[in-house]
């Protein structure tokens, strides 16, 4: 194998820039500044979203819509699929008119 071709790997303090909230990982990112976490120093890197300030983690809905992405996919869909079904049942009608007659196998 080849050496020092791979960064080095350490522990890294992450910071939620929208909530505050702290925790330490082990990453390769490099970044340039430190904080002192618990005691000891470690690099520190920035975050805009963690588990923290997700809304999927939190529970909260702030940035969904109004309606769910789902929700707007069956409204839209709903009347295409009521026309398709309606066309289907005319359809049927005429094509067992076409049809001959089965006979009956004794």
Same mark, same amino acid.
């Given at each position: 194998?080849? +050496? +020092? *071709?791979? #960064?080095? &790997? @350490?522990? *890294?303090?992450?910071? +939620?820039?929208?909530?505050?909230?702290?925790?330490?990982?082990?990453?390769?990112?490099? =970044? /340039?500044?430190? $904080?002192?976490?618990?005691?000891? $120093?470690?690099?520190? &890197?920035?975050?805009?979203?963690?588990?923290?300030?997700? #809304?999927?983690?939190?529970?909260?809905? @702030?940035?969904?819509?109004?309606?769910?992405?789902?929700?707007?996919?069956?409204?839209? &869909?709903? @009347?295409?699929? %009521? %026309? %398709?079904? @309606?066309?289907?049942?005319? $359809?049927? =009608?005429?094509?067992?008119? +076409? %049809?001959?007659?089965?006979?009956? /196998?004794?």
């Amino acid at each position: 194998m080849k +050496d +020092d *071709i791979h #960064p080095p &790997y @350490q522990d *890294i303090l992450f910071v +939620d820039n929208s909530t505050g909230y702290k925790f330490v990982c082990g990453s390769t990112l490099k =970044p /340039k500044t430190t $904080e002192t976490y618990e005691g000891k $120093e470690y690099p520190v &890197y920035h975050v805009t979203v963690s588990s923290s300030s997700h #809304p999927f983690f939190t529970g909260s809905k @702030q940035f969904v819509d109004a309606e769910g992405r789902v929700d707007k996919f069956l409204k839209r &869909y709903a @009347q295409k699929g %009521q %026309q %398709q079904q @309606q066309k289907k049942e005319e $359809e049927q =009608p005429d094509a067992k008119k +076409d %049809q001959p007659a089965k006979k009956k /196998k004794k």
